[in-house]
């Protein structure tokens, strides 16, 4: 394993607080994405990003924000805007925004109390 | 807007017996499809994909446009192949944004 790294592994936070997840590559990608994925839904994207300094909404933005200032760097707050935050969070890198193969971090498990 | 749907949730066959996870997706283009499995505490990882045309772990799967459909199959199961199986599919813009499937959670008994 390696490549990417999600950290911390288990996050809790207190209702009303923003928590920033952590994703890194060392595989010298372009592209990074976040999804959420809850039980009998599948992968839902949150947010992506095709190049430094640049990201664009996917289809359940609300409630997130992102930045990428970096090239292997794609931190995730989770507001309190957030309505239902708890899930699982996988971030995933590729090569370019055109190659299709998605390499996937290990995940973040959110859980508010 | 595109979408990808796996019908069965939950799916269970004995070692040895063929296996089929379903998948039907709607797209107005020309798509690429793409199966990827996450076994029990690993990550997700791709499996196959529908251009390579490829075996791998003895599953294969067939674009049929006309049924719209990218089924995953093998012919005999074995205990490893126990995981979760997401398909998903990939739009042709820049982006190249991947939309999945709910998942099926495949089990195989001994």
């Known amino acids: 394993d390696g490549g990417i790294t999600q950290s911390p592994k288990y996050l809790f936070r207190k209702e009303g607080q923003n928590v920033t997840l952590s994703c890194e590559q060392n595989?010298?990608?372009?592209?990074m994405y976040w999804y959420r994925q809850d039980p009998g839904q599948g992968l839902r994207l949150i947010y992506y990003?095709?190049?430094?300094?640049?990201?664009q909404k996917g289809d359940i933005a609300e409630g997130y924000s992102v930045s990428r200032e970096k090239k292997e760097s794609f931190p995730l707050t989770v507001t309190s805007a957030q309505k239902n935050p708890t899930a699982f969070y996988l971030c995933?890198?590729?090569?370019?925004?055109?190659?299709?193969?998605?390499?996937f971090g290990p995940g973040t498990r959110l859980t508010v109390l | 807007a595109q979408r990808v749907t796996q019908p069965e949730k939950l799916l269970s066959v004995f070692k040895g017996a063929p296996v089929e996870l379903k998948c039907n997706y709607s797209?107005?283009?020309?798509?690429?499809l793409f199966w990827y499995v996450q076994y029990s505490r690993q990550r997700l990882q791709l499996l196959l994909r529908?251009?390579s045309r490829e075996s791998i772990k003895g599953f294969t799967a067939d674009l049929n446009k006309g049924e719209t459909s990218f089924h995953l199959k093998k012919p005999f199961a074995q205990e490893e192949d126990s995981a979760m199986y997401y398909c998903?599919?990939?739009?042709?813009?820049?982006?190249?944004?991947?939309?999945f499937g709910s998942g099926t959670q495949l089990t195989v008994l001994p």
């Open positions: 995933a890198s590729k090569v370019t925004p055109a190659n299709n193969e998605q390499f």
């Open positions: 595989l010298n990608h372009d592209a």
């Open positions: 998903a599919l990939s739009d042709t813009g820049s982006a190249r944004q991947l939309t």
């Open positions: 990003s095709q190049i430094v300094n640049d990201f």
């Open positions: 797209y107005s283009g020309s798509p690429e």
């Open positions: 529908h251009i």
